[in-house]
């Protein structure tokens, strides 16, 4: 990391900056009446704040479940997602403007979040196993197939995903599933001691968790007609995720171990409801067509947790960090179908069952491909990859008085002789047992 | 929890999915000028986010202090507001529609998650000694008797409540209290090595203090009549909530033990404010009338967590885990009386003092009778209760890595004998500090 | 603490409460079509609840990264910006109307929440330092001067300063370290044992960084004049943030052992784009304009952090503790630069180079001299200053089960004689070891 790192991550913020010039104006140029305009677009801000909880909280808290790789999680999740909300808003840009002057507004900086959201979809397959230079790379090419992507499925097939279903989360999951697919880590396939939770983890975990929950449905309503369309995307998001969670409980429980809940799930499949209801979210399906397709999502993500996970991880030797498969893969092809099934029940007037057929296999084939050439570039190994040994731990990337203390003598014998009898020197185990605790809780300091 | 878990909670989701079915309709379709009626609505879309904000971050986070019981805290609540919520819309809209078609909207998923809020805060009372099939049924009967009792004051008294502290607040407190009552666990009079913090989730807990205390102004004001009524309602509690900080920092330094601020105080009593307010949040009392009513809901409050707690759970043999009767029944009566009073001098004119008081009276009332009938049914027990041993401790529900070490083996001797020597031996040290320190610790694995 | 502070702090509540009764009416009332004004103004509410967010989360949480400081940070916080609000909304009044009826509502809020920002930057720098009861004082002397010198820069200079780089963050962090100066404390010029964070509290204060990082193009629109500048000082906001952040993660790479990131750079240099914008935030600089003022300001920050803390620290006997000098200190000072080349260059109209010139001078003078005459007043020694040692503790204003622990007994000897064999005792190792470790990690009890 010494320079490679900082000149990196230096020269794209300048590349940025000098496209901007070239590239980009505000939105309200563009307009005769533009305070008019802009207060339809002014309505959008609370939605596009949700939204930009999800990405910044939401999507970084979520990862903050590994005990060692807390620092990680949000710091690499806000970095990445700063650099692709540039990126995205100048490639989404000039597709759509044809390589015009791109006008910058409310509505593409909900767009721009939006694209953001699938690198760290696929950041949660790589998570702990990859290093932020390769992160930096990753969010560059990632965003810049989902446009295209994108663009193919919207503008030129025409077809529904409101609540981007297809074009994020399933892409961003596939996509995740190769690159981790090929960078592979034989070593790991045993799993690794850093790869598991503390208490308090688990809980930094559920703050990501809520904050995603809750404002879904701006995300899957924010760039909805306005009016009747968005009305409704709101509150069909509203019901698939409450109905989603009583669905991860009771399958969680279901599953498990004489019958207990497990967190993993709690964290991640109570999520499901408002992946899978995306493509059809501003449909006319009706409040319980969406608890339905929120109860099968949620049972259907538990099922991937439990049984494919283990499956992905030996058999396919694909390793899954935070079981994206399972919250965004699989329930975003329950999303794909969902929208299929809804268009030919005549749900929606804009879109065909063939389109929308289209638009799935796109998305997951386009992620596929990107994924696996992404995955080719990233195992270069001038990147700064972490050893197998150093997965999954903050230490690596990341100076903080925290660590100093790892770094102390090992502990020595604690026994002094006095007055001709052996007893325990208080000092010496007190220090030997900081040694001992940081080493084994390094949690603590 | 084997098996009748899971089948009761998806046994209460195919219900719901089909009363949905049989009654509830997206709101858009009852209006002819759909466009035009939607935007008003649209408007409450931020305050409806807010209040989601409340009922998911703030009930569930403020319930963490516990030092094992964060995962069911945040956890049972996101189950049972989910649950809530939809059968909140049910209830409600059968009650004002007749039994006729419900038509949903942003004002119907306000109600709907205020609602829940009463579950939530009975849910505290209870806090660690019940199970969640307990919790599921709780929030059944609590809800469709909440409903009722709203009708009854809303349609029949026409009585103003629009902060909901008679109806929502006064009433889950006093139900939760009566329900906690009759589930008087004898075995707990003592207290109970788990009923404690730990530093990290008392600061846990501030985080759903202060997404409570920071939203409450949209709270009380969400249901308010648009316009100036609306305004007050924001002005109001903000300044209620401030002044109410004040009162809550200077009591509990008053009657701490040399003159320290405690935690419980902080973390409850600061929110008073926005309880008492609450009534008469819409009404014409005046930014300083507000901050009367906040400035002695604070300092009752205190009071109530310092002399009246340990009353409850020894004379009325009430154990109230949350103090819900401090932050919830007591600033929930001082708003009834706020009400009562701020009528009689003029502040509104769509209400009677007459009105006013039977509101209080029967809300909480029904909540008593309520709650007493619901602890009944809850003590038969088919309903995996935990044991008193058990009680407070998320390992009894909650599968997780965390807890696989709490199962590992006792330590054995640590000293080994080399060259005639006795020496400790390093590694039997280790391996038993790191048994000793989770059982100590739980919250570090 | 026993009287003095309860008895300071309901004195002010009541000293709020009597004043406000004299001069405080509800902003509806002034108005004769108050149905259309107030909608303007409930236009605002969700920006007032971001900046409402971000005051009590934002900055509470941010300075929760000290290990045994947590309670403070969010406690003392939350105490003076509920004072703060009211005595802001009282000033700011007074002086607007000349000592008529102040009429609150939205955008008085709004104003008085950005009133209290000015201490809680200051809190930063004198963080664990000072005694509640000194903050208290603090709070009621800065938003008085803090007021008096926005009034001179807005109304007679008529200086752009939109969202506030001048007259909050310069004018708060220069208050500030006057104050620290004045407090300097010899016996801390090597460090605090306290004075370090630990894995989890470095987690909280993420919290708090990404929601002032999210929600930051609120607080710089906040009070914007609606319509296009409003637009523009958003979307210059959401770009300057996010190449600040690149900026900042180049820099704490460069500068640091190895590589690595600083957890310290990562908390706070990454918002001091949006602090540098800040004055010219609505303004026609252009998105590239706003990533350029961002990237300079995260890197100046970072710099500030590796060079200038220590150098104010030693040379300068300036003790800092969160480093407000470069995440609110210098990048201010660069906002009001970037506000002078911009005007001069032509991107604003309401405004000269000279009035912006006049509105940063006076904005950095006020706050030292005031800062200054505050530090003599709280040298005073009656405030119940905290010792040298006590300092970075929480222990000394709080009252926890969580300190219980703490008092307990040393360790004793761990080894008994049984059979005319030296065996260690487990029950006396258990109970030493859980002393122990409270000494040394007071965080988990």
């Given at each position: 990391m010494r320079f490679k790192f900082p000149l990196i991550a230096i020269s794209l913020e300048i590349t940025?900056?000098?496209?901007?010039?070239?590239?980009?104006?505000?939105?309200?140029?563009?307009?005769?009446?533009?305070?008019?305009?802009?207060?339809?677009?002014?309505?959008?801000?609370?939605?596009?704040?949700?939204?930009?909880?999800?990405?910044?909280?939401?999507?970084?808290?979520?990862?903050?479940?590994?005990?060692?790789?807390?620092?990680?999680?949000?710091g690499i999740n806000l970095l990445i997602a700063s650099l692709g909300l540039q990126w995205g808003t100048l490639v989404q840009g000039l597709l759509h403007t044809h390589g015009n002057k791109i006008h910058v507004g409310i509505k593409s900086m909900i767009n721009a979040d939006f694209s953001t959201a699938t690198v760290l979809i696929s950041f949660g397959a790589v998570l702990g196993k990859i290093s932020p230079i390769q992160m930096l790379i990753m969010a560059i090419i990632e965003i810049t197939v989902f446009a295209g992507n994108e663009h193919l499925v919207v503008e030129i097939f025409e077809a529904s995903d409101v609540g981007a279903s297809m074009t994020i989360h399933a892409f961003g999951?596939?996509?995740?599933?190769?690159?981790?697919?090929?960078?592979?880590?034989?070593?790991?396939?045993?799993?690794?001691?850093?790869?598991?939770?503390?208490?308090?983890?688990?809980?930094?975990?559920?703050?990501?968790?809520?904050?995603?929950?809750?404002?879904?449905?701006?995300?899957?309503?924010?760039?909805?007609?306005?009016?009747?369309?968005?009305?409704?995307?709101?509150?069909?998001?509203?019901?698939?995720?409450?109905?989603?969670?009583?669905?991860?409980?009771?399958?969680?429980?279901?599953?498990?171990?004489?019958?207990?809940?497990?967190?993993?799930?709690?964290?991640?499949?109570?999520?499901?409801?408002?992946?899978?209801?995306?493509?059809?979210?501003?449909?006319?399906?009706?409040?319980?067509?969406?608890?339905?397709?929120?109860?099968?999502?949620?049972?259907?993500?538990?099922?991937?947790?439990?049984?494919?996970?283990?499956?992905?991880?030996?058999?396919?030797?694909?390793?899954?960090?935070?079981?994206?498969?399972?919250?965004?893969?699989?329930?975003?092809?329950?999303?794909?179908?969902?929208?299929?099934?809804?268009?030919?029940?005549?749900?929606?007037?804009?879109?065909?069952?063939?389109?929308?057929?289209?638009?799935?296999?796109?998305?997951?084939?386009?992620?596929?491909?990107?994924?696996?050439?992404?995955?080719?570039?990233?195992r270069i190994p001038i990147w700064g990859q972490p050893s197998d040994q150093n997965c999954y731990d903050d230490s690596v990337y990341w100076e903080s008085p925290v660590f100093h203390h790892l770094r102390s003598s090992k502990p020595k014998s604690n026994i002094k002789e006095a007055n001709g009898t052996k007893q325990i020197d208080p000092e010496s185990v007190a220090s030997s047992l900081k040694c001992l605790i940081l080493e084994q809780f390094p949690e603590n300091q």
């Open positions: 940025m900056i000098v496209l901007f010039q070239l590239f980009v104006h505000y939105d309200t140029e563009q307009k005769p009446n533009s305070n008019k305009s802009t207060n339809v677009d002014f309505e959008l801000y609370p939605l596009f704040q949700d939204v930009h909880v999800m990405i910044f909280v939401g999507f970084g808290f979520l990862m903050t479940f590994l005990k060692k790789y807390g620092f990680s999680s949000v999951a596939y996509f995740g599933l190769a690159v981790a697919g090929v960078l592979y880590r034989p070593g790991l396939r045993r799993g690794h001691d850093n790869e598991e939770s503390v208490y308090h983890s688990d809980l930094f975990a559920m703050i990501g968790t809520l904050f995603l929950w809750m404002f879904w449905p701006s995300f899957n309503s924010a760039i909805a007609d306005p009016g009747e369309k968005q009305y409704k995307a709101i509150i069909n998001t509203y019901f698939s995720l409450a109905a989603c969670v009583l669905a991860a409980y009771a399958f969680s429980s279901l599953v498990e171990h004489r019958g207990k809940l497990d967190m993993v799930h709690i964290q991640n499949a109570t999520l499901a409801g408002g992946v899978a209801v995306g493509t059809c979210a501003d449909m006319d399906i009706n409040p319980y067509g969406s608890m339905i397709i929120g109860s099968i999502a949620g049972m259907v993500s538990v099922l991937g947790f439990k049984f494919l996970t283990p499956f992905f991880a030996t058999t396919l030797r694909i390793q899954d960090t935070c079981g994206v498969h399972n919250l965004h893969g699989l329930p975003g092809l329950i999303g794909g179908l969902a929208g299929i099934v809804a268009v030919a029940m005549g749900a929606s007037d804009t879109s065909t069952v063939a389109m929308q057929a289209a638009a799935l296999g796109t998305s997951v084939g386009t992620a596929l491909v990107g994924g696996l050439i992404t995955g080719l570039i990233l």
